[in-house]
Protein backbone atom coordinates (compact mmCIF):
# COMPACT_ATOMS: atom_id res chain seq x y z
CA UNK A 1 0.00 0.00 0.00
CA UNK A 2 2.47 2.82 -1.17
CA UNK A 3 0.48 5.76 -1.42
CA UNK A 4 2.04 8.67 -1.70
CA UNK A 5 6.05 8.04 -2.65
CA UNK A 6 8.96 10.83 -2.73
CA UNK A 7 12.43 10.32 -3.75
CA UNK A 8 14.93 11.14 -2.97
CA UNK A 9 14.61 11.16 0.83
CA UNK A 10 18.07 13.37 1.24
CA UNK A 11 20.00 15.87 -0.87
CA UNK A 12 22.11 18.57 -1.10
CA UNK A 13 22.64 20.61 -3.86
CA UNK A 14 25.41 22.91 -5.05
CA UNK A 15 24.49 26.90 -5.59
CA UNK A 16 23.22 26.92 -9.45
CA UNK A 17 22.64 23.37 -9.64
CA UNK A 18 19.20 21.81 -11.10
CA UNK A 19 17.82 18.98 -9.67
CA UNK A 20 13.82 17.08 -10.21
CA UNK A 21 12.26 15.85 -7.02
CA UNK A 22 10.26 12.67 -7.76
CA UNK A 23 6.57 12.12 -6.89
CA UNK A 24 4.24 9.40 -7.55
CA UNK A 25 0.94 8.10 -6.21
CA UNK A 26 -0.99 4.74 -6.77
CA UNK A 27 -4.64 5.73 -5.42
CA UNK A 28 -5.61 7.28 -9.17
CA UNK A 29 -5.87 10.52 -7.45
CA UNK A 30 -6.67 13.31 -9.85
CA UNK A 31 -5.18 16.19 -7.31
CA UNK A 32 -1.58 16.59 -6.63
CA UNK A 33 0.19 19.08 -4.98
CA UNK A 34 3.77 20.17 -3.91
CA UNK A 35 4.30 21.98 -0.54
CA UNK A 36 7.90 23.24 1.28
CA UNK A 37 7.68 22.96 4.79
CA UNK A 38 10.26 25.36 6.27
CA UNK A 39 10.72 25.81 10.62
CA UNK A 40 8.33 28.12 11.73
CA UNK A 41 6.36 28.64 8.72
CA UNK A 42 4.54 25.37 8.30
CA UNK A 43 2.99 24.58 4.71
CA UNK A 44 3.61 26.79 1.69
CA UNK A 45 2.03 25.91 -1.70
CA UNK A 46 4.29 25.54 -4.75
CA UNK A 47 2.53 23.97 -7.44
CA UNK A 48 -0.99 21.78 -8.10
CA UNK A 49 -1.99 19.96 -10.83
CA UNK A 50 -5.84 18.80 -11.14
CA UNK A 51 -5.25 16.71 -13.74
CA UNK A 52 -2.81 15.20 -16.26
CA UNK A 53 -1.72 17.97 -18.16
CA UNK A 54 -2.90 20.57 -15.93
CA UNK A 55 -0.80 22.33 -13.51
CA UNK A 56 -1.27 25.58 -11.68
CA UNK A 57 0.92 27.84 -9.10
CA UNK A 58 0.26 28.05 -5.78
CA UNK A 59 1.88 30.55 -3.14
CA UNK A 60 5.55 30.48 -3.73
CA UNK A 61 6.21 29.43 -6.66
CA UNK A 62 8.93 31.02 -7.92
CA UNK A 63 12.11 28.89 -8.93
CA UNK A 64 10.58 26.01 -9.28
CA UNK A 65 8.62 24.03 -12.55
CA UNK A 66 6.59 21.18 -12.66
CA UNK A 67 4.84 19.15 -15.07
CA UNK A 68 1.79 16.30 -15.07
CA UNK A 69 2.14 14.00 -18.33
CA UNK A 70 0.57 10.87 -16.14
CA UNK A 71 -1.78 10.71 -13.25
CA UNK A 72 0.64 9.06 -10.97
CA UNK A 73 3.54 11.00 -12.12
CA UNK A 74 4.39 14.59 -10.93
CA UNK A 75 7.85 15.50 -10.31
CA UNK A 76 9.31 19.33 -9.34
CA UNK A 77 11.96 20.66 -10.77
CA UNK A 78 14.78 23.27 -9.51
CA UNK A 79 16.54 25.11 -11.67
CA UNK A 80 19.38 27.10 -10.19
CA UNK A 81 19.38 25.99 -6.73
CA UNK A 82 19.52 29.21 -4.25
CA UNK A 83 20.20 28.86 -0.47
CA UNK A 84 16.29 29.70 0.09
CA UNK A 85 15.59 26.71 -1.34
CA UNK A 86 16.21 24.72 1.31
CA UNK A 87 13.59 23.24 3.04
CA UNK A 88 11.58 20.36 3.36
CA UNK A 89 9.44 19.65 0.53
CA UNK A 90 6.33 16.97 0.86
CA UNK A 91 4.16 15.94 -2.32
CA UNK A 92 0.71 15.13 -2.06
CA UNK A 93 -2.40 13.92 -3.49
CA UNK A 94 -6.13 13.68 -3.03
CA UNK A 95 -8.92 12.41 -5.08
CA UNK A 96 -10.51 15.82 -5.91
CA UNK A 97 -10.33 19.55 -4.69
CA UNK A 98 -11.41 20.72 -1.67
CA UNK A 99 -13.24 18.79 0.58
CA UNK A 100 -11.36 15.22 0.51
CA UNK A 101 -8.55 14.38 1.79
CA UNK A 102 -5.02 15.04 1.16
CA UNK A 103 -2.76 12.24 1.32
CA UNK A 104 1.25 13.04 1.93
CA UNK A 105 4.58 11.90 1.52
CA UNK A 106 7.17 11.08 3.67
CA UNK A 107 9.21 14.53 2.88
CA UNK A 108 12.33 15.15 1.10
CA UNK A 109 15.09 17.12 2.86
CA UNK A 110 17.13 19.61 0.48
CA UNK A 111 19.85 21.40 1.30
CA UNK A 112 21.39 23.61 -0.69
CA UNK A 113 25.14 25.02 -0.33
CA UNK B 1 -6.64 37.36 0.66
CA UNK B 2 -7.25 33.75 1.94
CA UNK B 3 -5.54 33.61 5.34
CA UNK B 4 -5.61 30.82 8.37
CA UNK B 5 -3.66 31.96 11.73
CA UNK B 6 -2.75 29.48 14.39
CA UNK B 7 -1.51 32.45 17.40
CA UNK B 8 0.37 29.51 19.28
CA UNK B 9 3.40 27.96 17.53
CA UNK B 10 4.28 26.12 20.60
CA UNK B 11 2.22 24.55 23.42
CA UNK B 12 2.56 23.03 26.48
CA UNK B 13 0.30 21.13 28.73
CA UNK B 14 0.68 18.76 31.56
CA UNK B 15 -1.11 15.18 30.36
CA UNK B 16 -4.33 14.89 31.90
CA UNK B 17 -4.82 18.72 31.33
CA UNK B 18 -7.54 19.76 28.42
CA UNK B 19 -6.17 21.17 25.23
CA UNK B 20 -7.25 23.83 22.96
CA UNK B 21 -5.28 24.29 19.48
CA UNK B 22 -6.76 27.86 18.23
CA UNK B 23 -7.73 28.36 14.26
CA UNK B 24 -9.02 31.12 12.30
CA UNK B 25 -9.77 31.84 9.14
CA UNK B 26 -10.56 34.77 6.62
CA UNK B 27 -11.72 32.52 3.73
CA UNK B 28 -14.45 33.81 1.29
CA UNK B 29 -17.09 31.61 0.97
CA UNK B 30 -17.71 28.16 2.75
CA UNK B 31 -14.33 26.45 3.22
CA UNK B 32 -14.00 22.70 4.18
CA UNK B 33 -11.93 22.67 7.17
CA UNK B 34 -9.43 19.99 8.06
CA UNK B 35 -7.09 18.95 11.18
CA UNK B 36 -3.91 17.69 10.33
CA UNK B 37 -1.83 15.76 12.15
CA UNK B 38 2.19 15.13 11.81
CA UNK B 39 3.75 13.00 14.34
CA UNK B 40 7.38 12.46 15.39
CA UNK B 41 9.22 10.84 12.10
CA UNK B 42 5.91 10.52 10.59
CA UNK B 43 3.70 11.37 7.60
CA UNK B 44 1.93 14.67 7.83
CA UNK B 45 -1.71 13.02 8.17
CA UNK B 46 -5.23 13.49 8.45
CA UNK B 47 -6.69 14.04 11.90
CA UNK B 48 -10.38 14.76 11.57
CA UNK B 49 -12.79 17.14 8.96
CA UNK B 50 -15.42 19.38 10.15
CA UNK B 51 -17.73 17.79 7.71
CA UNK B 52 -17.54 14.43 9.30
CA UNK B 53 -17.91 15.89 12.81
CA UNK B 54 -16.41 12.76 14.70
CA UNK B 55 -13.68 12.58 17.14
CA UNK B 56 -10.63 11.51 16.25
CA UNK B 57 -8.00 9.96 19.19
CA UNK B 58 -10.28 12.40 21.94
CA UNK B 59 -10.01 15.32 19.75
CA UNK B 60 -13.18 17.11 18.57
CA UNK B 61 -13.44 20.36 16.30
CA UNK B 62 -16.01 22.87 16.58
CA UNK B 63 -16.78 25.35 13.61
CA UNK B 64 -17.48 28.96 14.13
CA UNK B 65 -18.67 30.98 11.44
CA UNK B 66 -19.47 33.71 13.21
CA UNK B 67 -16.28 34.20 14.88
CA UNK B 68 -14.45 32.03 11.53
CA UNK B 69 -12.44 29.54 14.09
CA UNK B 70 -12.26 25.99 14.01
CA UNK B 71 -10.51 25.55 17.27
CA UNK B 72 -9.04 21.76 18.19
CA UNK B 73 -10.20 20.26 21.73
CA UNK B 74 -9.33 17.46 23.79
CA UNK B 75 -10.74 17.23 27.28
CA UNK B 76 -7.39 15.26 28.65
CA UNK B 77 -4.21 15.70 27.23
CA UNK B 78 -2.18 12.08 26.55
CA UNK B 79 1.59 12.06 25.90
CA UNK B 80 0.96 10.74 22.90
CA UNK B 81 -0.60 14.07 21.66
CA UNK B 82 2.67 15.56 21.43
CA UNK B 83 3.10 16.65 17.49
CA UNK B 84 2.86 19.09 15.21
CA UNK B 85 -0.77 20.48 14.13
CA UNK B 86 -1.98 21.69 11.06
CA UNK B 87 -5.46 23.91 10.55
CA UNK B 88 -6.54 23.79 6.65
CA UNK B 89 -9.41 25.28 5.35
CA UNK B 90 -9.53 24.22 1.79
CA UNK B 91 -12.12 25.93 -0.74
CA UNK B 92 -12.15 25.53 -4.22
CA UNK B 93 -8.15 25.30 -5.14
CA UNK B 94 -7.14 26.56 -2.65
CA UNK B 95 -5.24 24.39 -0.30
CA UNK B 96 -3.74 26.49 2.12
CA UNK B 97 -2.35 25.17 5.62
CA UNK B 98 -1.80 27.39 8.48
CA UNK B 99 1.50 27.70 10.02
CA UNK B 100 0.97 25.00 12.49
CA UNK B 101 0.91 24.82 16.28
CA UNK B 102 3.86 22.42 18.24
CA UNK B 103 1.85 20.46 21.50
CA UNK B 104 3.80 19.18 23.78
CA UNK B 105 2.58 17.08 26.49
CA UNK B 106 4.27 16.94 29.70
CA UNK B 107 4.25 13.50 31.66
Known amino acids: NAGVTQTPKFRILKIGQSMTLQCAQDMNHNYMYWYRQDPGMGLKLIYY???????DKGEVPNGYNVSRSTTEDFPLRLELAAPSQTSVYFC????????????FGEGSWLTVV | AQRVTQPEKLLSVFKGAPVELKCNYSYSGSPELFWYVQYSRQRLQLLLR??SRESIKGFTADLNKGETSFHLKKPFAQEEDSAMYYC?????????FGTGTSLTVIP
Open chain 1, 49 to 55: SVGAGIT
Open chain 2, 88 to 96: APHTGNQFY
Open chain 2, 50 to 51: HI
Open chain 1, 92 to 103: ASSQQGSGNTIY
